[in-house]
């Protein structure tokens, strides 16, 4: 069975199952979430641990297989854990996870817990998949996303008998703690446990948040193309020169920002022509959060500025390749700021 992640405490006092499957990517909530599991596990009897790590299409999965079957010379009950960091098991792999779901069904001398990368669509319609979900626990783990993150960190901080001020300026206050840690949950982690230390329990200011937490943000190229399609002009300016800062190459964040440049135009072309939107965003592959956005920013997107845009994104293509165009930075990533706060300009919402 699929089972929230925010559920697992409450499903955890409830009893354990024999099976648990942990999938996603992101370090921390995995870790934490798997480590539920095991003080769960211990306080029920199960104080022997074996790991098996599947590394590579060569490993030895009789080895797991005996140890998910045999009882412990040790103690009365044992965790197997397995870990696949490539989420392919493969062939031989696939088959002996089946093997083990099924022997995990009434089995309370071991617990089996499996952990995932984040997976994909067709790994999810696999056999062994399947299998899992039916004789066990699933849990999706997904990342924190960057609208959720601020009430995450006041989450965290009420763990430790801490909070922001009330109002607005708590609120400021959370939106920068956020924007100084995007993109890195472990290090925001480290850093609401380190204001634990500095103060005591109770209110934080402003001015105690802004001395204590470091700029630990990492950014991710198509994260950019969120701050853009949502006109988050100051978020889109502190992601790219965070990525320039990390040594991303330029070349690739221009591929993502003309890509959704190239995609609008494709779409707004399509109506142009009859279709309905929703009909053209499928014929263009475009789905989830991206969908979206594209169905906020294309009505006021003209044919003529688009055209324009498609122009300028054309124009730094060569700058990023070492060409020089006239009236533009020769500093490809100059040319890039341009280039995305033109569109991000053009997809602000107007207040």
Not at 6 to 21: E, I
Not at 239 to 266: N, T
Request: aromatic letters at 6%; glycine letters at 8%; proline letters at 5%.
């Amino acid at each position: 069975m699929q089972l929230a992640l925010p559920q697992l405490q409450a499903h955890l006092q409830k009893g354990l199952r024999s099976l648990y499957t942990l999938y996603g990517d992101e370090p921390l909530l995995v870790q934490e979430a798997a480590d539920a599991v095991r003080q769960a596990a211990r306080t029920q009897g199960y104080t022997e641990r074996s790991m098996h790590t599947v590394a590579g299409a060569h490993f030895d999965w009789s080895a797991v297989l005996a140890a998910g079957g045999s009882m412990s010379l040790f103690a009365e009950r044992q965790i197997l854990e397995i870990r696949i960091p490539s989420g392919k098991p493969g062939k031989d792999g696939g088959a002996m996870l089946t093997q083990l779901a099924q022997m995990a069904q009434g089995n309370d001398s071991t617990l089996t817990l499996l952990l995932l990368p984040r997976l994909d669509a067709a790994t999810k319609k696999s056999a062994w998949f399947g299998a899992l979900e039916n004789s066990g626990v699933m849990i999706q783990i997904d990342p924190i996303e960057r609208q959720a993150l601020p009430q995450w960190i006041a989450q965290r901080l009420q763990r430790q008998s801490q909070s922001v001020e009330p109002g607005q300026a708590g609120q400021q206050c959370l939106q920068f703690f956020a924007d100084r840690v995007e993109g890195n949950l472990l290090a925001a982690h480290q850093e609401i446990e380190k204001l634990g230390l500095l103060y005591p329990p109770g209110p934080l200011s402003q001015a105690q948040v802004e001395s204590a937490v470091l700029n630990v943000a990492r950014y991710d190229v198509f994260k950019l193309s969120e701050a853009v399609l949502s006109g988050q002009i100051a978020r889109v300016q502190r992601m790219l020169d965070g990525l320039q800062a990390e040594g991303e190459s330029a070349v690739l964040v221009h591929y993502a920002l003309a890509e959704d440049v190239r995609a609008l135009k494709r779409v707004k072309d399509a109506m142009a022509q009859g279709r309905p939107l929703p009909m053209a965003l499928r014929e263009q592959r475009i789905w989830g959060l991206r969908e979206k956005l594209f169905e906020r920013v294309l009505p006021q997107l003209s044919q003529t500025r688009l055209a324009q845009l498609l122009q300028s994104a054309h124009q730094v293509d060569g700058i990023v390749k070492g060409l020089k165009v006239a009236d533009w930075p020769t500093d490809p990533w100059q040319a890039l700021h341009r280039l995305a706060l033109r569109l991000a300009r053009s997809a602000k919402i107007p207040a």
